[in-house]
C-alpha cells in the first residue's frame, strides 16, 4: 500500500480546522507523540509510517509510505517517521471540581500547547476554553503538548456562561489585582486566563472580582507583561504549593 | 534615499551569528520593538522605514524604502513599517549581586527570549549563558523579548567555570533535587537551567549540589517534563516571592 491522492488531500486538509470538525479527525505526528497517543484512550483512524514500527495496531490501519510520500503529507520541517490520523473524541461533560483553568481567547497554539502540558503537570484534570480559543486539535498544540492532551479534559463552551452558572469561586489574572503571593487561594477554583495581547474581555471582567496580579520586581517597571503561558505557571504553582 | 544591493546583503547576512560578529551588528523590526530599543542606551547604525516615524533619529541614519524593499529585508511574515540594524554593545562584566540565571545551553531561541523577559520582569539584572547557548541577538530571540533585552545584563561564558568560581551558592534545576516549595531560598544566589533535551550538563551536574525541583501534582506522573522557561518563571517566583 502506498498513498493514495485522497489520502493526502484529507491529511492537507486537516491543518484546517473546518475540515477537521467535518471528518472528525486530527493528525499527530512523530515517533514520540504518537506512542504518547496510543496509550490514551483515543480511537485511530490510519497511521501512515515508513518503517516497521507500531507492532500493536491492526495492520488495515497501517499504511507504509516513502520518505518522499511522507514529506508531502507532514507539516514538520523533518519529518520522524511516523503519521497519525485519530478521531476527535465526543466532548464530555466539564468537570466540577478541584482546581479548573479557562481561557478566555487564547489564540496562540504554543501558548495553549504550554498550557495543556501546565495543567497536566499540576493535576488540572479540566480546562474550558471559550469559543474563539484556538482549536486543541490544531496540529501545533497537539504536537507542542506532547501527549498531555490526552490526559485534561478540554470543553469549548460559552465562557460568560460557565463563569456564571459554575458552583466554583472564579478568579482572573489581571495587572491591577489582589498580589498573588499574598493571597489565600481555595483547592477548588476556576482561573481565568486572558488574550495574548487584550488579557480578559469586559464580559468576563464584570462577572468577576477575585482578581489575582503577579507583581512585578523590576526596578524600572517597563516589562510590558508575563506571556500568558509563564504567567499561567506561576499561578497554578502557587494554587498548589501549599498542598505539597 | 532606497535600499542598496549591499544594504540588503549586509542585512540578511546578520541572520547568522557568524555575519552578526563580523559586523557588530544586529536587527530589529517592527514599530514596538524599535521603540523599546532607542529608549535604550544601544548606538543605531542604520533605520529602514516606510513611514514618517521616529522623529528623533539623525537623518543620515534613515533610509527610506518601499513596502517591497522592506519586504525583501524583513523576516517578519507581516513587515511592520521599520527595521532597525543597531550595535551589539561590548560585555560588561558580569554583576557578582542578587539573583542570578544562568543558562547551560538553551537552544530554542522563543525560550531564551521568553526567560530575558521574566529576569526583567523578576528584577534580575544578569542572565550568564553557556557559550553554547543560543545567541541572545538571534533575530527571534530580540523580537520576542520586547525590549526586555535592553534591562538585562547577558554574557557568554565558559559556564564550568563561572560556577567554579562565584561565590554566591549555586541552585540547578533538576528532576531529582529537594522540593522548591519546601526550600528556604536565599535571596542572592545563581540558579542553572539546563538544556530542553538534556537538562543539566554532566560538567556543572558535578559541580552543584543544591539542586531543586518542582514537584508534579498529576495522578498518573506521566507529563515528561516542564518546558524550561515555564520551569524558570515558577523557579524565579519562588526565589522571589518571599521579598513581597
Not at 126 to 140: A, G, I
Not at 157 to 185: C, H, I, R, W
Not at 221 to 241: G, W, Y
Request: hydrophobic share 35%; with cysteine.
Amino acid at each position: 500500500m502506498s498513498l493514495s491522492k485522497n489520502q493526502q488531500k484529507l491529511i492537507l486538509g486537516l491543518q484546517q480546522k473546518k475540515n477537521r470538525n467535518k471528518h472528525n479527525l486530527f493528525v499527530a505526528e512523530g515517533i514520540k507523540v504518537i506512542n504518547e497517543l496510543l496509550k490514551s484512550s483515543l480511537e485511530i483512524d490510519a497511521i501512515f509510517t515508513t518503517d516497521d514500527f507500531l507492532p500493536d495496531i491492526p495492520s488495515n490501519k497501517i499504511t507504509r509510505v516513502s520518505e518522499q510520500e511522507l514529506k508531502k503529507i507532514s507539516s514538520l520541517k523533518t519529518p520522524n517517521k511516523v503519521l497519525g490520523l485519530f478521531k476527535i473524541p465526543e466532548e464530555k461533560k466539564p468537570q466540577t471540581k478541584g482546581l479548573i483553568i479557562a481561557l478566555d481567547e487564547i489564540n496562540d497554539p504554543g501558548n495553549l500547547g504550554t498550557i495543556i502540558r501546565l495543567c497536566d503537570w499540576f493535576g488540572v484534570k479540566q480546562l474550558v476554553c471559550s469559543k474563539n480559543t484556538v482549536d486543541c486539535y490544531n496540529q501545533k498544540v497537539v504536537q507542542s503538548t506532547m501527549g498531555s492532551i490526552t490526559r485534561v479534559q478540554i470543553n469549548y463552551l460559552d465562557l460568560s456562561e460557565y463563569v456564571k452558572t459554575t458552583t466554583l469561586p472564579v478568579f482572573t489574572a489581571d495587572m491591577d489585582g489582589k498580589n498573588v503571593y499574598k493571597s489565600q487561594l481555595p483547592t477548588e477554583a476556576v482561573l481565568v486566563m486572558g488574550n495574548e495581547a487584550n488579557g480578559i474581555s469586559d464580559e468576563i471582567n464584570e462577572l468577576v472580582n477575585n482578581k489575582l496580579t503577579i507583581p512585578r520586581f523590576g526596578d524600572l517597571q517597563q516589562t510590558e507583561s508575563l506571556n500568558v503561558a509563564t504567567a499561567t505557571s506561576i499561578l497554578l504553582s502557587e494554587f498548589k504549593r501549599s498542598l505539597e
